[in-house]
């Protein structure tokens, strides 16, 4: 006679229902773990402030914000750098008095700049502080009359619409100079509600593409200086721009001249306009918007042209630079002074106003060497010249 098992066996249904179980409970706790993960965004999450989100309200004084194209050879460190290093001694002043009255730090300029892929503005390539990592990381190589020069205006006011703070919208570069101090500067741009836009319709020069139509009607073509001033709104609507923007970069393109002793074009291009997109873009794109009667229309930054120039020489596409013999407190002085422009393509005269108040013409001037700025820091054009301040950070 066999031994029988001392255990008594389980039925199949016991084991089946364990196993069964277990799996809920697993499957349960995978869901749990899932649904957990997704109710908290992960610590590295980059948040990207949406300009379009921004409501109107924000603390503190309303900024001016100094947007640079800094030409690829040439870092901010002299030319309006310093002279906006000097100047920054009374924004500290200012900020210093607010945070009397307030309790709180405050600042009424932030400084953007656009300068060539993989260049830093660090200790090494720029004496200001101001400066220091305020490039843009997402910079376009940019060539002068093509139209990466309107992409990198258009990343430089992206850029800067992230701050709410930031108002006002001045687009300068490395060769230019204030012709004031900052609390003119600031309570001049501060006081008029309008952009600063240069913008006419010139009969003389054939720059329109046909091609351009229907998106750019000819009508609304126009022609205006590249530096220009906006209100945020006006800021907000070249970002926002999806549409007239992809044309001009197709259409709207300069053609070299290729024998300067003839002045003549490539065959393949004999047919093509000769076109500039940054002296089109921005004042084609508003009139089209219907926002012209929202702008001052003039230039806040003094350029000076040869009229007699030969446009077949390259050198008379740029205004003339000013050097130490011609930058002395009189020749500036001179500029100071301009109290209206004329547009003879439209018969016009536009007097210079803020808010219907007779004001200077320009705040800015270009093109300035190093030694016509160094110049007006020692002369004191906008103000006494304090070398400890040119490193002071606000």
């Known amino acids: 006679m066999s031994k029988k098992n001392s255990t ?15 799996i809920t409970l697993l499957l349960t706790s995978l869901l749990l ?51 906006l290093q000097g100047l920054a001694k009374w924004v500290t002043q200012f900020s210093l008095m607010l945070m009397s009255l307030q309790n709180a730090p405050v600042s009424e300029f932030s400084i953007y700049a656009h300068s060539r892929p993989g260049f ?47 108002q006002r919208f001045v687009l300068l570069s490395d060769s230019c100079v204030p012709l004031y101090n900052f609390s003119y500067i600031y309570n001049y741009l501060m006081s008029s509600p309008r952009s600063f836009v240069d913008s006419f319709h010139d009969v003389k020069e054939v720059r329109y593409n046909p091609k351009m139509s229907p998106v750019i009607p000819e009508d609304k073509w126009r022609k205006g200086s590249q530096w220009i001033t906006l209100i945020r709104k006006h800021a907000e609507v070249i970002v926002d721009d999806d549409i007239v923007f992809p044309v001009f970069k197709k259409f709207c393109q300069w053609r070299p001249v290729t024998d300067l002793s003839k002045g003549q074009r490539s065959s393949e291009h004999q047919l093509e306009p000769n076109c500039i997109p940054d002296e089109h873009y921005v004042p084609t794109l508003l009139m089209m918007k219907g926002l012209q009667n929202e702008l001052e229309r003039r230039t806040l930054t003094y350029s000076l042209w040869s009229q007699s120039a030969d446009k077949t020489n390259p050198k008379a596409w740029h205004p003339s630079t000013f050097n130490y013999a011609n930058s002395s407190p009189q020749h500036i ?62």
């Not at 921004?54 to 040439?74: S, Y």
């Not at 305020?134 to 990343?155: D, F, P, T, Y």
């Not at 007006?376 to 103000?383: F, K, R, S």
Request: hydrophobic share 40%.
């Open 8 to 22: 008594p066996s389980r039925p199949r249904f016991w084991f089946d229902s364990k196993l069964v179980t277990f």
């Open 33 to 83: 773990l899932v649904l957990h993960s997704r109710s908290k965004p992960p610590q590295s999450t980059t948040i990207v402030v949406d300009h379009r989100l921004f409501d109107g309200h924000f603390e503190g004084p309303p900024k001016i914000a100094f947007l640079f194209l800094v030409r690829k050879e040439r870092s901010p460190r002299f030319h309006l750098a310093l002279l």
């Open 120 to 166: 830093a503005l660090n200790g090494s390539t720029t004496r200001s502080a101001f400066f220091q990592d305020r490039q843009l990381k997402n910079s376009v190589e940019v060539a002068w009359g093509e139209a990466c020069m309107i992409e990198a205006e258009r990343l430089l006011l992206g850029a800067s619409l992230d701050d709410p703070a930031n």
């Open 333 to 394: 002085q001179v500029i100071k002074d301009i109290n209206h422009v004329n547009y003879e393509s439209e018969n016009r005269t536009e007097l210079c106003r803020v808010n219907s108040t007779a004001s200077p013409c320009f705040l800015f001037a270009r093109k300035f060497s190093r030694g016509a700025a160094l110049r007006l820091l020692t002369d004191g054009v906008v103000g006494p010249y304090d070398r400890n301040a040119m490193t002071a950070s606000t």
